[in-house]
């Protein structure tokens, strides 16, 4: 599988088999060839901007804007990483993919599983709900855990759903709950403190300010990361600087590669 002199890493998928069956007795097992499935992780180079500046410049400042330029370039570099994902993850639910679309309740071309719910249509959810609510929310963790396959050639696939991830914006959605919804407690919690939990309905939730990523309405849910897939770091963050006579530059760099091994590992709904 190794056929390119940049880095790539083999890796075991977990193995696929048909389920036990009842049968007659004087009858034997069918027999089946044990194979297991491999997958690649590519690994990129992540480079930032390379940064520039006379020293004599850099000495009229109060603070060292170095390190402010440095820890942005962090941040740059975790969004890089961020963009490639998600657009993976948009491609594995969309039910027409040549032309980008994703309808809910419509299976996705890839998988042939039904990953995405449309809360915003009462028609494209499969308990006609609209709108964000606790009945949305918790129909959406069913995504994953409704069995798929054939089960006389593969055992149904079923997750459960372990993280939600949506922007800052959306998550306000749960502050706006009744306590009749939620429960007194987290309620009067949030009414003092705003979004304050990270665990709702048994769940765990990551609220991001990454609007431009994670859109607004929108859940993202991956199964458990055992489940999902791998992301590799081959060359942990660098941080080279040089100085020419007077002139001071520095960059940052870092090799990494993900890979979402298992398409039935994610689903996403839309409420808003």
């Given at each position: 599988m190794n056929d390119?002199?940049?880095?790539?890493?083999?890796?075991?998928?977990?193995v696929g088999q048909p389920p036990s069956f009842s049968a007659p007795f004087g009858s034997l097992a069918p027999n089946q060839y044990i194979s297991g499935g491999r997958y690649k992780v590519n690994f990129a180079r992540l480079l930032s901007r390379n940064y520039t500046k006379d020293i004599a410049?850099?000495?009229?400042?109060?603070?060292?804007?170095?390190?402010?330029?440095?820890?942005?370039a962090i941040k740059d570099h975790m969004t890089a990483e961020d963009v490639p994902f998600f657009?993976?993850?948009?491609?594995?639910?969309?039910?027409?993919?040549?032309?980008?679309?994703?309808?809910?309740?419509?299976?996705?071309?890839?998988?042939?599983?039904?990953?995405?719910?449309?809360f915003t249509d009462a028609t494209k959810n499969p308990a006609g709900y609209t709108g964000f609510s606790r009945d949305s929310v918790?129909?959406?963790?069913?995504?994953?855990?409704?069995?798929?396959?054939?089960?006389?050639?593969?055992?149904?696939?079923?997750?459960?759903?372990?993280l939600c991830i949506m922007n800052?914006?959306?998550?306000?959605?749960?502050?706006?709950?009744?306590?009749?919804?939620?429960?007194?407690?987290?309620?009067d919690k949030m009414a003092s403190g705003g979004l304050v939990e990270d665990t709702f309905f048994g769940r765990r939730f990551l609220f991001t300010i990454k609007d431009d990523i994670i859109e607004?309405?929108?859940?993202?849910?991956?199964?458990?990361?055992?489940?999902?897939?791998?992301?590799?770091?081959?060359?942990?963050?660098?941080?080279?600087?040089?100085?020419?006579?007077?002139?001071m530059e520095f960059f940052l760099y870092s090799m990494q590669g993900c890979t979402l091994a298992n398409c039935f590992a994610v689903a996403k709904a839309k409420f808003l």
């Amino acid at each position: 599988m190794n056929d390119t002199d940049k880095p790539v890493k083999i890796l075991d998928k977990e193995v696929g088999q048909p389920p036990s069956f009842s049968a007659p007795f004087g009858s034997l097992a069918p027999n089946q060839y044990i194979s297991g499935g491999r997958y690649k992780v590519n690994f990129a180079r992540l480079l930032s901007r390379n940064y520039t500046k006379d020293i004599a410049e850099l000495n009229q400042y109060d603070y060292d804007i170095r390190e402010l330029f440095k820890d942005n370039a962090i941040k740059d570099h975790m969004t890089a990483e961020d963009v490639p994902f998600f657009q993976t993850f948009n491609k594995i639910i969309q039910s027409d993919p040549d032309n980008d679309i994703a309808v809910g309740n419509a299976a996705s071309a890839m998988t042939g599983k039904v990953q995405y719910y449309d809360f915003t249509d009462a028609t494209k959810n499969p308990a006609g709900y609209t709108g964000f609510s606790r009945d949305s929310v918790v129909e959406s963790f069913k995504i994953m855990s409704k069995g798929y396959g054939d089960g006389s050639v593969s055992t149904p696939i079923r997750l459960q759903t372990d993280l939600c991830i949506m922007n800052v914006n959306t998550g306000l959605e749960f502050v706006k709950l009744l306590p009749t919804e939620i429960g007194e407690r987290l309620a009067d919690k949030m009414a003092s403190g705003g979004l304050v939990e990270d665990t709702f309905f048994g769940r765990r939730f990551l609220f991001t300010i990454k609007d431009d990523i994670i859109e607004d309405g929108a859940m993202y849910m991956t199964a458990k990361p055992q489940f999902l897939g791998v992301l590799l770091t081959l060359e942990e963050v660098v941080m080279f600087v040089e100085q020419r006579a007077y002139m001071m530059e520095f960059f940052l760099y870092s090799m990494q590669g993900c890979t979402l091994a298992n398409c039935f590992a994610v689903a996403k709904a839309k409420f808003l």
